[in-house]
């Protein structure tokens, strides 16, 4: 039987945005979403805009069913660790979730799998969400090892304790993150049985059956709905469609 799961559509702000933009896209997003019958929401919807404006973003927010996201976290709940922020932070100023692996971080700050986990632990322990990405570079997929990397960075990043409640997954080849290359459904699906597969020998058919698993990489208006209607794909992790309200708030339409 195939579970039920709530499509999340996650909007990664990166390194965009100042406090005015900020606001308004965020209260812009929270007044389309309460336009849409209580109880009748089909998906649930996030945004991780930068460190600097979690405190704006959250107070436009206030009030609507749109949720608050980090981009990352410290290992640690606090300490000597100039300019970082811990987990325990980003919950004391309200967020829900944080996104953790990016494979922006990855490349820029060169973190690997297992800290990846331990930031992932740290979240859950702080009691926030997280959003584990992993994805194959374009010459891990030419080399044919896309579904052996995906499993590698899984089993690797994959928090202690991971439930289908305190964990998404987000699929994003790294090939199509910003580059308007989108992944093909066949593609993704190919990916995302994989990573399900992976998920039910690591957690057990019952919570893997549960767990989402978001695709990301150039997703837009135009192609969200045939990635969402996969089998496997459970919403989207938004890059640059996320910074334009009318896009993301189609992106997410598209779900329904
Ligand atoms: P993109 O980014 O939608 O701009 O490709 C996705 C992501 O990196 O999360």
């Not at 995302?192 to 957690?203: D, N, P, V």
């Not at 837009?220 to 309200?245: C, I, Q, R, T, W």
Request: glycine share 10%; aromatic share 4%; hydrophobic share 40%.
């Amino acid at each position: 039987m195939i579970a039920k799961r709530c499509p999340l559509i996650a909007g990664n702000w990166k390194m965009n945005g100042l406090k005015k933009d900020g606001r308004t896209l965020a209260s812009t997003l929270a007044k389309h979403i309460k336009k849409k019958k209580k109880g009748k929401q089909p998906f649930g919807m996030l945004i991780c805009p930068p460190f600097t404006l979690l405190g704006a973003v959250g107070a436009a927010l206030k009030g609507s069913a749109v949720m608050l996201g980090a981009q990352d976290c410290h290992i640690s709940e606090s300490g000597a660790h100039t300019g970082d922020i811990s987990a325990k932070m980003l919950k004391d100023l309200g967020c829900d979730y944080v996104i953790v692996g990016h494979s922006e971080r990855r490349a820029d700050h060169k973190e690997s799998n297992a800290m990846v986990k331990a930031k992932a632990e740290a979240a859950i322990k702080a009691g926030l969400k997280v959003i584990v990405c992993i994805g194959e570079t374009l010459a891990q997929r030419d080399a044919g090892r896309t579904i052996a990397v995906n499993h590698r960075q899984l089993r690797g990043s994959l928090p202690e304790g991971a439930t289908a409640a305190n964990t998404v997954i987000a699929y994003e080849p790294v090939w199509a993150i910003g580059t308007g290359r989108v992944a093909t459904p066949d593609q993704a699906q190919e990916v995302h049985a994989a990573i399900r597969s992976a998920l039910i020998r690591a957690l057990g058919e019952k919570e893997a059956a549960k767990m989402r698993i978001l695709y990301g990489g150039s997703m837009k208006p135009d192609n969200a709905k045939e990635l969402m209607a996969l089998e496997d794909v459970d919403g989207g992790l938004v890059g640059g469609a996320s910074l334009k309200a009318k896009d993301f708030w189609a992106i997410a339409k598209s779900q329904t």
